[in-house]
């Protein structure tokens, strides 16, 4: 049973940074592309940033793009994110899943990011943004 366990969120001012962390259990975890996701309250899940199973190409939505950094250690079954000059609509749930193969990139210039029909979302951690 594939389970994935979220961490390092917190309450941070705007402008500060955090790390997040998350770390996968019951699949072949350098078989599979990874990516973050955010949720606030009444707003449907978006992506946020993903990158491939060698962790060499990463992909970002434009909000994103410049602050967040992705990265994973495969030894360790665990994908980053690494936020700086956070924002307080960035304030929401931060969730990490597996991705289909080619599921993760820019097309028409857009970026998307689409979970495994498997996916059972962690319980996530709470990123909030406020002085």
């Known amino acids: 049973q594939v389970q994935v366990v979220e961490s390092g969120g917190g309450l941070v001012q705007p402008g500060g940074s955090l790390r997040l962390s998350c770390t996968v259990s019951?699949?072949?975890?350098?078989?599979?592309?990874m990516g973050w996701f955010r949720q606030s309250p009444g707003k449907e899940r978006e992506g946020v940033s993903c990158?491939?199973?060698?962790?060499?190409?990463?992909y970002y939505v434009d909000s994103v793009k410049g602050r967040y950094t992705i990265s994973r250690d495969n030894a360790k079954n665990t994908v980053y994110l690494q936020m700086n000059s956070l924002e307080p609509e960035e304030t929401a749930m931060y969730y990490c899943a597996p991705l289909l193969p080619i599921g993760c990139g820019y097309r028409n210039g857009h970026y998307y990011s689409t979970p495994v029909d498997f996916v059972k979302w962690g319980q996530g951690t709470q990123v909030t943004v406020s002085s």
């Open positions: 990158l491939g199973w060698s962790g060499t190409s990463t």
């Open positions: 019951g699949l072949n975890f350098d078989d599979y592309a």
